[in-house]
């Protein structure tokens, strides 16, 4: 089963607006990434944070992770037209292989200009 | 830009062919992954590298048969594929040891005739 979950599946904002999606696992965890993936391309890394990390910050990207509720939240603030793409969270599962991620099921954003 | 490299990024085969992907990296990562991506879905591990040798097979089916000719390349001899095998092969390759983000190239569009 799906080690992640995102919610929602799908999120269309006008440019300019945030977007927030979240992120939902089942098992004690490492670490928690978020991915996007653009149309056709491959997975791009945008932040790490591990389970002793309560919040995260890259340019526009805020990430929470709440060991508690196992959950995490990724925000992009002031959102572009470029922003479009399906974010993708993963975990490392605690006490598993260092290399085993498991992704979630995928949020697909789409930003309007 | 992505810092692995896949080729081809299509390919078409029948069912009786042989064919092979690739993949390079010269980030000096001593752990290489192949992902398989069906449309609208996350990726699912199926093999995983480290220092040259095999760490993880995800109980792929022996007509998907990797190759780790040394710590750049990694390869996906492909033999007696079926439909149902067209998808995304997504390569990637990550440092060693555990937090470590893993590091995508855009994949090979496979379909099979």
Known sequence: SQQGEEDPQALSIQEGENATMNCSYKTSINNLQWYRQNSGRGLVHLILIRSNEREKHSGRLRVTLDTSKKSSSLLITASRAADTASYFCATDRFGGSNYKLTFGKGTLLTVNP | ?113
């Open chain 2, 1 to 113: 830009d992505t810092e692995v490299t896949q080729t081809p990024k299509h390919l078409v085969m029948g069912m009786t062919n042989k064919k092979s992907l690739k993949c390079e990296q010269h980030m000096g990562h001593r752990a290489m992954y192949w992902y398989k991506q069906k449309a609208k879905k996350p990726p699912e591990l199926m093999f995983v590298y480290s220092y040259e040798k095999l760490s993880i097979n995800e109980s792929v089916p022996s007509r998907f048969s990797p190759e780790c000719p040394n710590s750049s390349l990694l390869n996906l001899h492909l033999h007696a594929l079926q439909p149902e095998d067209s998808a995304l092969y997504l390569c990637a390759s990550s440092q060693e040891g555990r937090n470590q983000p893993q590091h995508f190239g855009d994949g090979t569009r496979l379909s099979i005739l």
